[in-house]
C-alpha cells in the first residue's frame, strides 16, 4: 500500500511541475513583445542581436519652455505609453527670458513643480531635470536636450512640450532596435512616430479614417521619408556622430543635411503620436503656429501594436504610389483633398477602392 502512494506521490508531483513549465513557457511567450492580439511572439531568442558597442538604454527627452498646460498633456500621455517606467525622463526645460517678468518664468515653475512632484510618484525609472542657465531658444535649447539624453543611451526618443503618444508610442521606437532595422539599413537616419495622414478637420470623420485603416492595414504600414519630421521623433548615435556637432537644432536644417546625403525617415502610416501645438513663446512673444493635428491615429484602432511591421518598399511620404492613397485618406501634409462630408455607402466606396489600389504595393516584413 504505501508503494502505491509513493507511486501516485511522484506523478502528481511530475504533472505538477510539468504544467508549471508549460505556464512559464507560454506566459514568457505572451508577454514578450508588443502584441495581444493573437500573433505569435518572437521569444526572446529570436530577437535581433544588438550590437556589443551599442548602448542600449531607454530615455526619452521632453523639451520644454514655459508651456506648462501642453507640458502636463505631453507628460500624462507619456506616463500612459506602454513600458515608461523602464525610461528615464530627461526634461530640457530652457531659462526664463526675464527674472523680473511673470510670464515668462511661472510657466516654467508650474513644469518643475510637476516634474518634482512626478519623482515622488516613480513613474519611471528616473527622471533628470535639467534647466539651461539662460533663455537659449528652441532650437539650442532641443539640441542641448538631444545632447544631454547621448550622455545616457545611444538611442534616444525625442518628445517637444506638444506632443502626445499613444499608447504604444515608445514601443514603435523599440521596435526600431529590437527588430535590427536601424543595424541593417544604415540609409535609415532618424524615426518618427507622426503621420502625415488624416489630417484634422472640423468634421466628424472618425468612421472614415477606422474603414480606411482596416481596408489598407495602416495598422502595421510604414513608408520612408527624405524629410524629418521632429514631431515626436528618435536618432540614433551614427545619425548624432555625423550630424550633431554642425546641427542648429532647427527642424528644416537636419531634415536638409539628411536629404542632401541620401538618409531616410521611417514614418508610420498611422501615426504613434499627436502634435497638439497650437501656441507657443518665444524671444518675440506669444505666437500661434500651424497645427499638425491628426484626426485618427493608432490608439482610434486597437491600440497599433503588433509584433511587426511591413514596409512599402519603393514608396515614400514624397512619391506615394499609387497616387490614389492620399486623395482617400483626405490629403497628405500640404492637400486640400478634405471631404467635408462622408455618408456610410461613400465611405465602403472609397474604402474598397483604395484596398484595390494598395493590392499593387510591394511590401516586405520586418520582425
Known amino acids: 500500500m504505501p508503494r502505491k502512494q509513493s507511486k501516485h506521490s511522484r506523478l502528481i508531483l511530475v504533472t505538477i511541475v510539468m504544467l508549471g513549465l508549460v505556464l512559464t513557457y507560454y506566459r514568457n511567450q505572451r508577454c514578450y513583445g508588443y502584441s495581444v492580439h493573437g500573433e505569435k511572439l518572437k521569444p526572446p531568442e529570436q530577437l535581433h542581436r544588438i550590437p556589443q558597442n551599442f548602448r542600449y538604454e531607454k530615455v526619452v527627452v521632453v523639451v520644454a519652455y514655459n508651456r506648462v498646460e501642453y507640458f502636463r498633456r505631453t507628460i500624462s500621455a507619456l506616463i500612459l505609453a506602454d513600458g515608461s517606467d523602464s525610461y528615464t525622463l530627461i526634461a530640457a526645460i530652457d531659462g526664463s527670458r526675464l527674472e523680473h517678468d511673470e510670464n515668462s518664468t511661472q510657466g516654467n515653475k508650474d513644469i518643475i513643480e510637476t516634474l518634482y512632484s512626478l519623482r515622488k510618484a516613480r513613474h519611471f525609472k528616473e527622471i533628470m531635470v535639467d534647466i539651461a542657465a539662460s533663455n537659449l531658444g528652441t532650437w539650442k535649447n532641443k539640441k542641448r536636450g538631444v545632447a544631454l539624453g547621448f550622455e545616457q543611451?545611444?538611442?534616444?526618443?525625442?518628445?517637444?512640450?506638444?506632443?502626445?503618444?499613444?499608447?504604444?508610442?515608445?514601443?514603435?521606437?523599440?521596435?526600431?532596435?529590437?527588430?535590427?532595422?536601424?543595424?541593417?539599413?544604415?540609409?535609415?537616419?532618424t524615426a518618427s512616430c507622426w503621420s502625415a495622414t488624416f489630417t484634422a478637420t472640423e468634421n466628424d470623420t472618425w468612421l472614415h479614417d477606422f474603414f480606411m485603416t482596416k481596408e489598407l492595414q495602416l495598422q502595421d504600414r510604414w513608408i520612408t521619408s527624405d524629410w524629418a519630421h521632429q514631431w515626436g521623433w528618435a536618432i540614433w548615435r551614427q545619425t548624432w556622430d555625423e550630424f550633431g556637432q554642425?546641427?542648429?537644432?532647427?527642424?528644416?536644417?537636419?531634415?536638409?543635411?539628411?536629404?542632401?546625403?541620401?538618409?531616410?525617415?521611417?514614418?508610420?502610416?498611422?501615426?504613434?503620436?499627436?502634435?497638439?501645438?497650437?501656441f507657443g513663446v518665444n524671444k518675440k512673444g506669444t505666437f500661434t503656429s500651424h497645427v499638425h493635428l491628426r484626426s485618427f491615429t493608432s490608439d482610434d484602432y486597437h491600440g497599433g501594436s503588433l509584433p511587426r511591421m511591413i514596409e512599402l518598399r519603393n514608396q515614400?511620404?514624397?512619391?506615394?504610389?499609387?497616387?490614389?492613397?492620399?486623395?482617400?485618406?483626405?490629403?497628405?501634409?500640404?492637400?486640400?483633398?478634405?471631404?467635408?462630408?462622408?455618408?456610410?455607402?461613400?465611405?465602403?466606396?472609397?474604402?474598397?477602392?483604395?484596398?484595390?489600389?494598395?493590392?499593387?504595393?510591394?511590401?516586405?516584413?520586418?520582425?
Open 153 to 189: 543611451s545611444d538611442f534616444v526618443v525625442v518628445l517637444e512640450d506638444d506632443i502626445v503618444l499613444s499608447k504604444y508610442g515608445l514601443r514603435w521606437f523599440e521596435w526600431h532596435v529590437l527588430s535590427g532595422l536601424i543595424f541593417d539599413r544604415k540609409e535609415f537616419a
Open 246 to 278: 554642425n546641427w542648429t537644432g532647427q527642424d528644416t536644417d537636419l531634415a536638409r543635411a539628411l536629404q542632401k546625403r541620401g538618409l531616410y525617415e521611417t514614418h508610420p502610416m498611422l501615426a504613434r503620436c499627436n502634435n497638439i501645438g497650437a
Open 316 to 367: 515614400s511620404l514624397q512619391n506615394m504610389t499609387p497616387a490614389i492613397l492620399y486623395k482617400w485618406l483626405r490629403g497628405g501634409i500640404f492637400s486640400n483633398h478634405v471631404v467635408q462630408k462622408f455618408d456610410m455607402n461613400t465611405i465602403q466606396e472609397r474604402a474598397s477602392l483604395a484596398r484595390i489600389a494598395s493590392e499593387g504595393w510591394r511590401t516586405t516584413a520586418v520582425e
